[in-house]
């Protein structure tokens, strides 16, 4: 059964920064698309990026373009998601996810495996 335990989160004032990870274990973590969503209060997961297993390209959301940054180190089974220049309306509970079949969706529905998820919040 695959598991995937993120950290890193925390509280942290605008314009600040994060990084955060993602370690998965029991299963090939190399060839699965892995991705970032957040959920805020209130609100729906969104997804906020994700990386390509196949090439390694990544892609995002708008809203984060240019400030977060996802890379992966297989040899460490890891998965990471760099936050710079963070806003107030980054505050979230962030999940890494995981997808058996190689594509970086963008719909929570197509990830097969998920971690608990970590806090974020960023203060005014």
């Known amino acids: 059964q695959v598991q995937l335990v993120e950290s890193g989160g925390g509280l942290v004032q605008a314009g600040g920064s994060l990084r955060l990870s993602c370690a998965a274990s029991?299963?090939?973590?190399?060839?699965?698309?892995m991705s970032w969503f957040r959920q805020a209060p209130g609100k729906e997961r969104e997804f906020v990026g994700g990386i390509s297993p196949i090439d390694g390209n990544t892609y995002y959301v708008d809203s984060v373009k240019g400030r977060f940054t996802i890379s992966r180190d297989n040899a460490k089974n890891t998965v990471y998601l760099q936050m710079n220049s963070l806003k107030p309306e980054d505050t979230a509970v962030y999940y890494c996810?995981?997808?058996?079949?190689?594509?970086?969706?963008?719909?929570?529905?197509?990830?097969?495996?998920w971690g608990q998820g970590t806090q974020v919040t960023v203060s005014s």
């Open positions: 996810a995981a997808n058996r079949g190689y594509y970086t969706g963008r719909f929570p529905r197509e990830y097969d495996y």
């Open positions: 029991g299963g090939p973590f190399s060839i699965y698309a």
